[in-house]
């Protein structure tokens, strides 16, 4: 079993930046794929960003490139989000979540932060 506790959400201004973490329970948590995905109100759930296990490989949704930056660090069993340049649209909860070795979707998902950016 793996929890994972996501922290950092907030308001901020069009422009501005924030950071997420998302603290991970378990040993082998250097052995997940980690993502962030995010969910507007009224809209269905969309891929943000991912990272392999190693760190080595990242992933962005085209709304984020260049703006947002998904790091880990396996020592602190945490996986961040750095969101820069933010957007009104960027406004969401937003979710960590961990992908088991050898499996097709994500199998662990945070509780959420909430990401509001005002004009």
């Known amino acids: 079993q793996v929890q994972l506790v996501e922290s950092g959400g907030g308001l901020v201004q069009a422009g501005g930046s924030l950071r997420l973490s998302c603290a991970a329970s378990g040993r082998t948590f250097s052995g997940y794929r980690m993502g962030w995905f995010r969910q507007a109100p009224g809209k269905s759930r969309e891929f943000v960003a991912d990272?392999?296990?190693?760190?080595?490989?990242?992933t962005y949704a085209d709304s984020v490139k260049g703006r947002f930056t998904i790091s880990r660090d396996n020592a602190k069993n945490t996986v961040y989000l750095q969101m820069n340049s933010l957007k009104p649209e960027d406004t969401a909860d937003y979710y960590c979540?961990?992908?088991?070795?050898?499996?097709?979707?994500?199998?662990?998902w945070g509780q959420g932060t909430q990401v509001t950016v005002s004009s």
């Open positions: 979540a961990a992908r088991l070795p050898f499996t097709s979707g994500y199998n662990y």
């Open positions: 990272i392999s296990a190693s760190g080595r490989i990242t």
